[in-house]
């Protein structure tokens, strides 16, 4: 599974942790990763994306013919 959002290009980041003392200790902040399959139309064929929450809220607004279409222009394997 991929460790970035597909549609946004969301990746995992770091930062620190602070305790209630102060002590700061290195964490990560992960997106909200979720595998889903849609079926695109204009492909005629099923589609496995690994997307974010806002992700799929832009798949919702601009449609999955729209997003796949941008997938395989910037050369993202679908």
């Known amino acids: 599974m991929t460790t970035y959002c597909q549609i946004t290009g969301k990746r995992p980041t770091s930062g620190r942790r602070v305790s209630h003392s102060g002590k700061r200790t290195a964490r990560t902040f992960r997106p909200n990763l979720q595998t889903k399959t849609f079926y695109v139309p204009s492909l005629g064929r099923r589609v496995t994306l690994t ?26 394997k679908i």
Do not use: H, P, Q, Y
Not at 57 to 69: E, F, L, P
């Open 51 to 76: 997307v974010s929450a806002v992700g799929l809220k832009t798949i919702n607004r601009r449609g999955i013919d729209s997003v796949a279409r941008d997938l395989i222009a910037r050369g993202e």
